[in-house]
């Protein structure tokens, strides 16, 4: 999976995990080279492989200062929970090294809805549910926008999957 630092250069195992799992923990790092990490969601969205945040979220500020970001991406089984810690030694996952846009400005509240289509694939036609209620997509962007959300794009440098 080494190679250019695109998305399109992973194998077609490690998109098809991405494709089908959704969950990861996102390692920045801070100024003193400390590591800071948390639990996202991300997506393949074409060849884009996206998460979003806020443009107040520590890691928003980090990627700021320093674009790499370390992903560690595991299964989720039906319901949204995730398998990893219930798989051992024999668990599945994929770890991979990136660079990051943030993505702001006025088309990412539209992206943000691509984003959550990915996401939401079952939801009820032309809405996305957000904080137990269907919303309209525009309303979702409305929403997207008030909380000055902000979508991460990552260019995969390296990556490395275990069980894939």
């Known amino acids: 999976m080494a190679g250019d630092p695109t998305t399109a250069q992973l194998d077609a195992r490690a998109r098809r995990f991405l494709e089908a799992n959704h969950f990861a923990s996102m390692t920045t790092y801070r100024p003193d080279h400390a590591s800071h990490t948390a639990h996202i969601v991300l997506a393949l969205v074409g060849d884009k492989l996206w998460s979003s945040g806020t443009e107040r979220r520590m890691r928003t500020i980090f990627l700021r200062l320093n674009p790499t970001a370390e992903l560690l991406v595991f299964p989720t089984r039906p319901g949204g ?9 024999g668990a599945s996952f994929l770890s991979l090294e990136t660079t990051v846009e943030v993505l702001e400005g006025p088309k990412v509240a539209e ?11 079952d939801a009820t036609p032309g809405t996305l549910r957000w904080n137990r209620a269907d919303r309209s997509y525009e309303e979702f962007a409305q929403i997207m926008r008030d909380e000055g959300r902000v979508l991460y794009e990552f260019d995969v440098i390296r990556g490395i999957g275990h069980q894939i």
């Open 81 to 89: 929970y995730s398998t990893y810690n219930t798989g051992g030694f």
């Open 111 to 121: 992206q943000t809805v691509e984003f959550f289509k990915v996401l939401q694939p």
